[in-house]
């Protein structure tokens, strides 16, 4: 039996139009997410001390890395960071989304960047910036949100951070609509965010 499998979305393939295209959403939850899954599957059993592993939440499993095998280590960062990264990614996105974020998230992002509208614009530029695959990130981090980008599937989680909003920047994430327009990609973005489970995951990681 798989240790991990592939999440449903919570919405049709095509609920993101016309900001992500259907098909793109299909491909990027049928076939990218679902190759992170298996092969973090694999690699689990693979490894008779990993085994059980797939027993525990993906967040604690990346938590918990330095704790993983050596020979291991790398493939269950990156197989497991990428059905990590999915998994949060699909939830924050909606056909209803967009607008501006409240309640507690709204509070928070005045308190640490001032200012939505300097939020969004720093994380914009993080985004349209970074080099190569990766991902940029919104993160509870030492009691403060942090805005910064990581390359591959790298996720804050390894780094015992809390993601709260998280978007794909590996081509395949937009290049069947948006060509090479990154930036068009991230602008279209603030469009479908979820705010109410950016502030729910928010609200969790506070907690913690």
């Known amino acids: 039996m798989s240790a991990y499998s592939l999440p449903d979305l919570p919405y049709g393939y095509g609920a993101l139009e016309p900001h992500i295209d259907a098909r793109t959403t299909e491909l990027h939850h049928s076939q990218h ?26 967040e604690d499993l990346l938590w918990n890395l330095p704790k993983i095998p050596e020979e291991s280590r790398t493939a269950v960062r990156n197989f497991g960071g990428g059905h990590a990264n999915h998994s949060l990614f699909w939830t924050i996105l909606s056909g209803n989304g967009g607008g501006e974020p409240a309640g ?21 530029g993080i985004a349209v910036n970074h080099i190569g695959s990766g991902w940029a990130w919104l993160v509870r981090a030492r009691n403060r949100l942090v805005a910064y980008a990581l390359p591959n599937e790298d996720s804050p989680l390894t780094a015992e951070e809390i993601p709260v909003l998280g978007l794909d920047l590996w081509e395949h994430a937009y290049y069947l609509k948006y060509e090479a327009a990154r930036r068009d990609y991230v602008e279209a973005f603030w469009d479908i965010v979820n705010w109410d489970e950016v502030d729910r995951r928010f609200e969790v990681a506070a907690r913690l």
């Open 33 to 58: 997410h679902r190759s992170y899954v298996d092969r973090l599957n694999a690699t689990l059993e693979a490894n008779e001390e990993l085994r059980a592993a797939g027993e525990q939440p993906i």
């Open 104 to 124: 507690s998230i709204a509070t928070a992002i005045d308190q640490d960047f001032g200012s939505f509208a300097t939020f969004r614009a720093r994380f914009a």
